[in-house]
């Protein structure tokens, strides 16, 4: 009843404005008027001032098709219940529901459109729900807690990776303790006899590929330096860090597939990498002779050429690290050298491919978070087209028969799309349509952290044009004063197509994430298809 009072009220309000009242601010209890800009003037007038409507879209036939293919689309669906002999997760990291829709937009911009009536590919899959984020102590999660969530099927504590949540932060007796560890699908697919690999355009230690092999109590102890460095032990000989785990440990040193940057956490201080920096590890270990080691038929590759070069036919594992740290933005990337995300894809499912007991892998677009951070949708929409590159190229190269592919996101960030912008406006621009109270229009992208808020010295907003028009790469406008722009706690979309599809469907909870997955492919230990009689 309250919220239905709330509703008249706003109601009765915009009557009031379009009727040419002036609109007086309540808030506070001040008598000036809150809008200059609302004076002698009708709010519909407003709003629909130089809007525009594609003529195609003019007729009311145009929308009642388009209702009729979804319609008959949704109606012809049948239910997959093939086995899922191939897995793939892919992520995007960061990635929030408003970020997706801007990708989307800027999507068909690009392409010449207005841009709202453009579609990602994996949002036609045909089956669509959300993921609730948080962890076990944390509101608001990061990207080690949720890691273990949709990897191991455990919620963890913030910036813990693979372990229980009596597992606290720093904790390195409680992490190296094997009763505290949870396994992960990665592992799960192993022991079913199937290949398995990961893909990020961050670092092989990142926090997000980690939750498939590492345990630990803290997520930035890449390398045995970062256990000094986060703990002050001098000694960190009973902590093994995540990189001599990827390398040395099980689920780990059986994958197949190794895509992504960090070379110096593979390498000691005395000893550059291809990239020409110096490695990070303090203990003289080269992890990566170890691993050459350990797979004779593997190969090490450090840029495209070489990567695009292998002949899949004659490895059986493939370690790529294309930078010393994370990988580069693709808009800043050095084409020559570095890979895309689809062609890092298109390699890895080429190599997978030839087990006939199939695979599992995890493909992150790591970098969307990188952008939402830097307040700079440009490049967390940039990010998020690139990884819609690869989930296409991975449909196109699977059959929905016997391949199950989930789109996801481990959190969200606090971007909003405000305004009352016109059809086709520049998404990565300005709401020249609507002003704020000051008379200055405004970004249609915004945040609610970050480091700019463009205020000149009395706290007064700037004009944005100078700043923003055709420009886009810009950092956005925040609202709060922070070194940098934070995570959101809302949900996050979850994407699937092909075998048991329909089970990724309504609100879940993110840690559920992987029993499906692992359901649909009849591995684990959990309820999976080989035990359910009705499928």
Not at 188 to 203: C, E, L, P, R, Y
Not at 271 to 298: C, I, T, V
């Amino acid at each position: 009843m309250q919220l239905k009072m709330q509703a008249l009220a706003i109601f009765i309000l915009l009557i009031a404005l379009a009727a040419g009242r002036q609109f007086r601010d309540i808030h506070a209890g001040t008598k000036r008027v809150s809008s200059k800009i609302l004076r002698n003037s009708d709010l519909g007038g407003l709003l629909t001032a130089g809007k525009v409507t594609p003529p195609h879209e003019r007729n009311r036939e145009y929308w009642l098709n388009v209702a009729r293919e979804q319609l008959l689309e949704r109606t012809q669906t049948r239910l997959n219940t093939h086995k899922a002999k191939n897995v793939i997760f892919f992520l995007g990291d960061g990635m929030s529901l408003t970020t997706l829709t801007s990708a989307r937009i800027l999507k068909g911009q690009l392409q010449g459109k207005p841009g709202e009536e453009e579609q990602l590919s994996f949002e036609k899959f045909p089956y669509v729900g959300l993921s609730k984020t948080y962890c076990a102590n944390a509101q608001v999660p990061d990207s080690a807690c949720t890691s273990t969530a949709y990897m191991c099927g455990v919620k963890a504590n913030i910036v813990t990776l693979g372990v229980s949540a009596r597992v606290n932060y720093n904790n390195c007796s409680e992490s190296m303790n094997p009763k505290n560890h949870v396994s992960s699908i990665a592992d799960w697919a192993q022991k079913a006899g199937k290949s398995t690999g990961f893909i990020t355009t961050t670092t092989l230690t990142h926090a997000s590929p980690s939750g498939s092999y590492a345990h630990v109590a803290n997520r930035f102890w890449e390398c045995d330096s970062d256990i000094t460095t986060w703990t002050g032990l001098a000694d960190t000989s009973q902590c093994m860090d995540i990189a001599q785990q990827l390398v040395t440990q099980a689920p780990g040193k059986h994958f197949n597939i190794l895509m992504g940057g960090g070379m110096g956490k593979f390498l000691p201080k005395t000893l550059k990498d291809s990239h020409g920096k110096m490695g990070e590890r303090s203990d003289n270990k080269n992890l990566l002779s170890k691993w050459q080691g350990l797979h004779p038929k593997g190969v090490v590759v450090t840029d495209r050429q070489n990567l695009l070069k292998v002949d899949v036919k004659k490895v059986q594992h493939i370690m790529g690290l294309f930078q010393s740290g994370v990988m580069d933005f693709h808009s800043n990337a050095d084409h020559k050298k570095q890979p895309s995300l689809e062609e890092m894809t298109e390699v890895a499912l080429k190599l997978l491919s030839k087990n006939p007991k199939g695979y599992f892998i995890f493909i992150e677009a790591g970098l969307i978070d990188y952008g939402n951070h830097a307040t700079n949708p440009g490049q967390s929409t940039s990010e998020t087209l690139e990884l819609d590159k690869a989930v296409q190229k991975a449909r196109a190269m699977t059959n929905t028969n016997d391949t199950l592919i989930v789109v996801s996101a481990d959190h969200a960030h606090p971007l909003s799309i405000a305004g009352f912008s016109n059809r086709g406006n520049d998404i990565l621009g300005i709401d020249y349509s609507f002003p704020d109270a000051n008379g200055q229009f405004f970004a249609t992208l915004n945040y609610a952290l970050g480091p700019q808020q463009y205020l000149d010295d009395r706290g007064k907003r700037l004009n944005l044009s100078e700043f923003l028009d055709n420009n886009r790469w810009a950092v956005h406008p925040s609202y709060i004063k922070s070194e940098m722009g934070v995570h959101g706690g809302d949900d996050v979309g979850v994407f699937a197509s092909g075998p048991h599809e329909h089970l990724f469907r309504g609100v879940m909870e993110q840690h559920t994430l992987p029993h499906l997955m692992a359901y649909a492919a009849g591995i684990g230990n959990g309820h999976t298809t080989c035990e359910d009689k009705r499928t």
